[in-house]
């Protein structure tokens, strides 16, 4: 079991720019989920799959974010025309989720994102 | 916006001490959690309580959950210089959304 990879680890880029981050989840999970975290914060919840569809989106998923989990196994999230604001650790994590049992996500590492 | 919120902010003890820190959430929920997260190891998840549960144990942690309070508390116990973390709650109502943290020093 490999666990939860984000990749790239970091990223730095100039704002107006595109980027691209991509989350391979443990291979059985069926839910993904990503956040964003900033500094001295609690990880903020973005959006979640649950095999390839997604279930929910959050406010703070603007016009310029979107994610996709075309096969139902691993994730892209893509900003496009990043602004300084978008700089954020940004987190993936999975999970299986049967019936209305709670469950533990795994996280990834994460991707650090930094728009100059 | 995130639905949990840990107290303290900050909490610094010394080695063996017991750490204690509470979770106030704002809706109903299916089950709350608790992660730590420190440089090394990024998120990790500690212990799971369901919301008709009041009392749950796993090794040093201690997690209480008060439904009528919208509220939790960890406990740990003998703490370890290795307990040096931020630690965040986590409610599920099924969204899942992390506190603001308490960031927990152990004073070897």
């Known amino acids: 079991d490999t666990g939860v990879s984000q990749d790239p680890r970091h990223k730095i880029t100039k704002r107006g720019q595109n980027v691209t981050f991509r989350c391979d989840p443990i291979s059985e999970h069926n839910r993904l989920y990503w956040y964003r975290q900033t500094l001295g914060q609690g990880p903020e919840f973005l959006t979640y799959f649950q095999n390839e569809a997604q279930l929910e989106k959050s406010r703070l998923l603007s016009d310029r974010f979107s994610a996709e989990r075309p096969k139902g196994s691993f994730s892209t999230l893509e900003i496009q025309r990043t602004e300084q604001g978008d700089s954020a650790m940004y987190l993936c994590a999975s999970s299986t989720r049967w019936g209305l049992a709670g469950e533990e996500q795994f996280f990834g590492p994460g991707t650090r994102l930094t728009v100059l | 916006s995130q639905q949990g919120e840990e107290d303290p902010q900050a909490l610094s003890i010394q080695e063996g001490e017991n750490a204690t820190m509470n979770c106030s959430y704002k809706t109903s929920i299916n089950n709350l959690q608790w992660y730590r997260q420190n440089s090394g190891r990024g998120l990790v998840h500690l212990i799971l309580?369901?919301?008709?549960?009041r009392e749950k144990h796993s090794g040093r942690l201690r997690v209480t959950l008060d439904t009528s309070k919208k509220s939790s508390s960890l406990l740990i116990t003998a703490s370890r210089a290795a307990d040096t973390a931020s630690y965040f709650c986590a409610t599920d109502d099924p969204r899942v959304y992390f506190g603001t943290g308490t960031s927990l020093t152990v004073i070897p």
């Open positions: 309580i369901r919301s008709n549960e």
